[in-house]
C-alpha cells in the first residue's frame, strides 16, 4: 500500500512538469518584440500559476482519496482478520462445550481394588447391569501389585479401564499405628485415583465402588436420577447406595422408590462430584478416610441422599477391618431387588427446603410413644410412631433395643438427619429423634 501512494505522487509530479513544459513551449512566437514578449511571458507566468494552483488543488483531492482508500482496506482488513479470529475461537469453543457437555452426562464408576481375585464377581455384576458403556465407563484402579489380581481384571479388556496405582512403597506410619498400615494404603490409593479420574480423565463427577460390592438392578438408575439434585443443592455433597439400618426387618421392602436425606456420610457405593474433590483433594486423609470424612470440618453442615432398601451389598468377609464388621452386620444388610425407574420420577422433594419442611412436619406430629410401648407393640393402629431421646445414652439403649445402629460418628448417629433416625419395627415406621427444639449435634457424643 505504500509503494502504491509513492507511485502515484511520482506521476502526479511527472505530470506536472510535462504540463509546465508544454504550457511554456505552446505559446513561444519568435517574431514577437521584447516588450511583447515579457508581458506574453507574464501572462503565461500567470496560466502556469493558475494552472498549477488548480493541479494542486486536484492532486490534493486526489491525494485524500488515495488517502481514504488506504484507509478503508486497512479497516476492511482488521475487520476480515477480527471475524476470522472470532470464527476460529467459536469453533473452539464449540468444541469445548460440545467435550464439557459430554462431561457432564458421563458418570464413571471408580472400583478400587487390591488382592482380591473375586473382583470379577464385582465387574460381573458392574457390566451386566450398565445400560450405557460410553454414559458409564468402568475405571478400575488397582493398589497392592497382585500379579493375579492384575491377570482377573486384564481379561476383562476394553470393557473396562484399567490403571495402577504407581507409588506400592509403606506408607509413613506412627509408631502406634503400624498395625493399621493398610488403612494409610487404602486412603493414598483412594487420593491418587480420584486425582486421575477428575485431573487426568476429564471427569465431572465418580461413582465409587470397592471390589467386594455387589449392586442392585436399578444401581445405575439411582445414580443417574439424583446426580442432578446433587448438582442443585449445595447443600448435598454425596449420593449414596448404603443404609447402614438396611436390615429385614428395620426397613419398608414395600417401599423400594424411598429416598431420604442423612447427615451421617454412609459410603458403599457412593458418588461426588469434581467441585467436591477440588475441595477435599488439598487437605485428604492420610488414614482413616471414611471416618475423616465425617468430621464436622469436612461435612460442612451438608447432607447425603441415601435409601431406605441399599442398592449395594458387601461380599468381602476378608479386608483390613478382618471380617469382624462384616460377621457382625454388614453380611446382614438386605440388597434391594426390584427394579426402580428412577429417571423417571420427580425427586426435587429431596432439594433441602422442601424436604426439611415435610419431613420435620411429619416426624413431630407424629405420636409419641414410650420405647415399652413400642416394643411391646402397644397401639398398633399407628403405623408411624416417634420415640424421644434427649441424651447420648438415651439414644444408644433404644437403638440396641430396637436393633439400629448405636454408634455415633462425630456427634452424628448412623443415617441420621437433624438427629432423626427412621427405620421400621414389627411394620410399623419409627422415628428415633431428638426434642423438637433441637439444637444440632454434639462432636462429644
Known amino acids: 500500500m505504500r509503494n502504491q501512494v509513492f507511485v502515484a505522487l511520482a506521476c502526479i509530479c511527472s ?39 488548480r493541479q494542486i488543488k486536484e492532486n490534493k483531492i486526489l491525494l485524500q482519496n488515495i488517502t481514504n482508500v488506504q484507509k478503508e482496506l486497512q479497516e476492511r482488513a482488521a475487520r476480515d482478520a477480527a471475524a476470522a479470529s472470532a470464527q476460529i475461537r467459536s469453533s473452539l469453543t464449540g468444541q469445548q462445550v460440545a467435550q464439557e457437555s459430554v462431561n457432564e452426562t458421563v458418570i464413571p464408576v471408580l472400583l478400587f481394588a487390591c488382592n482380591r481375585i473375586s473382583v470379577s464377581k464385582a465387574l460381573d455384576e458392574l457390566i451386566r447391569y450398565r445400560p450405557d458403556k460410553q454414559k458409564f465407563p468402568i475405571i478400575v484402579s ?57 485431573y487426568n480423565l476429564g471427569h465431572k463427577q ?96 451438608r447432607a447425603c441422599i441415601r435409601p431406605e432398601i441399599s442398592r449395594t451389598k458387601t461380599f468381602g468377609k476378608i479386608g483390613v477391618s478382618n471380617g469382624l464388621f462384616y460377621e457382625k452386620h454388614l453380611k446382614f444388610i438386605v440388597l434391594n431387588s426390584k427394579f426402580v425407574p428412577f429417571t423417571d420420577m420427580d425427586l426435587t422433594y429431596l432439594l433441602k427446603d422442601t424436604y426439611d419442611k415435610r419431613f420435620i412436619d411429619d416426624v413431630y406430629r407424629t405420636e409419641s410413644l414410650s420405647l415399652q410401648d413400642i416394643r411391646q407393640g402397644y397401639r398398633p393402629e399407628l403405623k408411624i ?61
Open 15 to 53: 505530470f506536472l512538469w510535462l504540463t509546465i513544459i508544454f504550457i511554456l513551449a505552446k505559446d513561444k512566437d519568435p517574431q514577437e518584440s521584447p516588450v511583447n514578449k515579457f508581458s506574453g511571458l507574464d501572462n503565461r507566468l500567470k496560466h502556469v500559476e493558475e494552472e498549477l494552483s
Open 142 to 198: 488397582q493398589d497392592c501389585g497382585h500379579k493375579e489380581t492384575a491377570n482377573v481384571i486384564a481379561s476383562y479388556g476394553d470393557q473396562i479401564i484399567s490403571i495402577k496405582q504407581p507409588d506400592l512403597s509403606d506408607p509413613v506410619v506412627p509408631p502406634k499405628e503400624k498395625k493399621f498400615k493398610g488403612y494409610f494404603k487404602i486412603a493414598r490409593h483412594y487420593g491418587w485415583a480420584l486425582n486421575h479420574t477428575f
Open 206 to 301: 465418580v461413582i465409587i465402588v470397592e471390589d467386594d460390592l455387589e449392586i442392585s438392578p436399578d444401581f445405575y438408575q439411582y445414580f443417574s436420577a439424583t446426580l442432578p439434585i446433587l448438582r442443585q443443592d449445595k447443600s448435598l455433597w454425596c449420593v449414596s447406595a448404603w443404609n447402614d439400618n438396611g436390615k429385614a426387618g428395620l426397613i419398608d421392602e414395600k417401599s423400594a422408590d424411598l429416598l431420604y436425606r442423612t447427615d451421617f456420610f454412609p459410603g458403599l457405593g457412593w458418588m461426588i462430584t469434581k467441585d467436591l474433590w477440588d475441595e477435599l483433594s488439598v487437605k485428604w486423609a492420610r488414614s482413616y478416610w471414611d471416618d475423616w470424612m465425617r468430621e464436622p470440618v469436612q461435612r460442612n453442615n
Open 385 to 445: 410412631v416417634r420415640l424421644t431421646y434427649r441424651t447420648r445414652e438415651d439414644f444408644k439403649r433404644s437403638a440396641k433395643l430396637l436393633g439400629i445402629m448405636d454408634d455415633f460418628k462425630s456427634g452424628v448417629p448412623r443415617m441420621a438427619y437433624r438427629g432423626i433416625v427412621s427405620f421400621m419395627h414389627k411394620g410399623r415406621r419409627v422415628y428415633l429423634a431428638p426434642s423438637a427444639n433441637w439444637k444440632g449435634y454434639d462432636p462429644k457424643w
